[in-house]
């Protein structure tokens, strides 16, 4: 599943090619989304400029002179700038199609993304309830500490919840809680502020690190365009069972956590 570094990596690739291009057409081949495709979200795009492309958690907001395109990928979508459009394949849903003749593909095999048309898109239904971003200014050990405060849940959830940080996902949780050497499963209000310092600053650098390797590629995620992410390479503890930690040789060690699979080492991690 695309989560937030692989989201980066594309906006940031979308930016210099669909900003301040003027989307002719929409062509919506498939509704049936994760949620139905607004009925009037071809209309209220066309003929409007791109204005910027945005990120908030896990999904990409496209601004146009008329309102905001809300678009998540999913398990397995993609987004593919064409220059040259070719002929859509199966799972190619949707076309934004720019004036210069190039245009925008999305392709979701599973079909869990969605598109959404917002003309407020910061109180729309699926962003205004997020807490602040993980690369931003608002996310302190000291909010951490305040939100966590008699928590007893398992820091791993914790930090899952787009309700208290926005867009950390499974794999970098695992990552980011073994690089600050906190064992995922120790509850949340439990933690002192100095490792939530720790941990902070773990978040931070293992998202700038994917997001700089062009994201994690395990099974269906490429960036806008078409090329795979790289920090699969660097991956410390995530889908590395009975391997040795390459901090003290001990085997990693994997669980499920409220549902998901949870790898951490023992001995590194407390």
Known sequence: MPELPEVETTR?????LVVGETIKNVSVRERRLRWPIQPYLAERL?????TGVFRRGKYLLMSTTG???LLHLGMSGSLRYLASPNQPS????VDLEFSSGALLRFNDPRRFGSLHFSTEPETHWLLKDMGPEPLGPLFTPEYLRSVSKGRRV???QFLMNA??????GNIYANESLFRAGIHPNRSAGRISCKRLDSLVRAVRAVLNDAITAGGTTLQDFVGSDGRPGYFQLSL???DKAG??????????????IGQRATYYCPRCQR
């Open 46 to 50: 066309r003929n409007q400029s791109v």
């Open 236 to 238: 410390d503890v995530y």
């Open 67 to 69: 309102g905001t395109l």
């Open 12 to 16: 940031r690739g979308l930016i210099p």
């Open 154 to 156: 398992a820091i791993k």
């Open 90 to 93: 199966k799972h190619d849903h």
């Open 163 to 168: 309700r208290i940080v926005a867009g950390v």
């Open 243 to 256: 391997e040795g930690c390459r901090r003290c040789a001990t085997p990693i060690t994997v669980r499920t």
